[in-house]
């Protein structure tokens, strides 16, 4: 038989966790090879790239969809558990889970309406001649864009503060702080550090210095955090700061860094994942592709 649409795969997954236990990725391609009685020819099926079997591709989908529902929780990465509301749905033994049937639930209705998503309403009331092929690729790209965002975050947990740390200041060099030698970018030591975990020299002499602060954290950085890393600044004689999280700032904590005299830069996770992938941080090009257009100089000149 054909592979199916992704969101179908959603209800034979998420009954695989109705045990409570926790389960790995690839038990959930064999539980949807199974229940679908895919073949051998199935199997065989790739992505264009070339590089990721159909099934697992659609299976790796229909977890993100699970997990942005709240209906699974991630253990670990490439490890899920079912959660309360998972069993609740499966209590009511629904005949499929699709799009239509997550829209119960307000955190899926926020995932499918950022910007940067292909919008499921969209995609589900528009009508394929609705939209132009270059409009298509790029809601898929910032689709897959944005769940490389949430695979980076979930790698960055499992990794020590110290590997951030280092992480952090990987991305700054990237950027372009601390000028072309990574040697003027200074990961602190992990004890004494006085609430600055790195250091940049901006000039070779390090008369211009940059001070950091990385919180691998999945809570909000509040207000307090902030004053304590003003505070470090301060005792070194500077005004100049980056204060790096993996989760959010509290709107008390915005509201602080911008009314300050030298506000500091704040980048919560989300935005560390994309300067990640713009930078090629951790990330590398999978496959691409040239689009061409007319190049209509050329036949004018002809």
Not at 133 to 159: A, G, T, V, W
Request: with cysteine; aromatic share 10%; proline share 3%.
């Amino acid at each position: 038989m054909a592979v199916p649409q992704f969101q179908y795969f959603m209800l034979p997954v998420l009954q695989l966790f109705s045990d409570s236990a926790v389960h790995a990725t690839n038990e959930c391609i064999q539980t949807a090879i199974d229940y679908f009685q895919l073949d051998e020819n199935d199997l065989k099926l790739m992505v264009p790239s070339g590089k990721q079997t159909l099934i697992a591709n659609r299976v790796y989908w229909s977890l993100t969809y699970l997990k942005k529902s709240l209906l699974l929780d991630t253990i670990r990465r490439g490890e899920y558990k079912i959660t309360e509301r998972g069993l609740k749905l499966l209590q009511t033994n629904p005949k499929q889970i699709d799009r239509d049937l997550l829209s119960q639930y307000a955190e899926y209705r926020e995932f499918s309406n950022q910007e940067n998503l292909v919008i499921a309403s969209q995609e589900q009331n528009e009508k394929e001649e609705d939209i132009t092929p270059e409009e298509s690729i790029d809601r898929i790209y910032k689709r897959i864009n944005e769940q490389l965002c949430e695979e980076l975050l979930e790698i960055i947990f499992d990794k020590d503060p110290y590997y951030f740390e280092r992480l952090v200041m990987d991305v700054l060099t990237k950027i372009g702080y601390g000028g072309s030698n990574p040697s003027n970018n200074i990961v602190t030591s992990k004890s004494g550090d006085e609430g600055i975990d790195g250091i940049i020299n901006q000039d070779r002499l390090g008369l211009d210095k940059i001070y950091i602060q990385a919180k691998r954290w999945k809570e909000n950085v509040g207000r307090p955090e902030l004053q304590k890393f003003v505070g470090a600044i301060s005792a070194q004689k500077s005004n100049k700061g980056i204060f790096i999280t993996t989760s959010y700032f509290t709107k008390e904590a915005m509201e602080y860094a911008k009314n300050l005299s030298h506000p500091i830069v704040l980048i919560n996770g989300s935005e560390l994942a994309k300067l990640m992938i713009e930078y090629g941080v951790g990330v590398q090009t999978n496959y691409s592709y040239d689009i061409k257009k007319i190049d209509n100089d050329y036949f004018e000149m002809i």
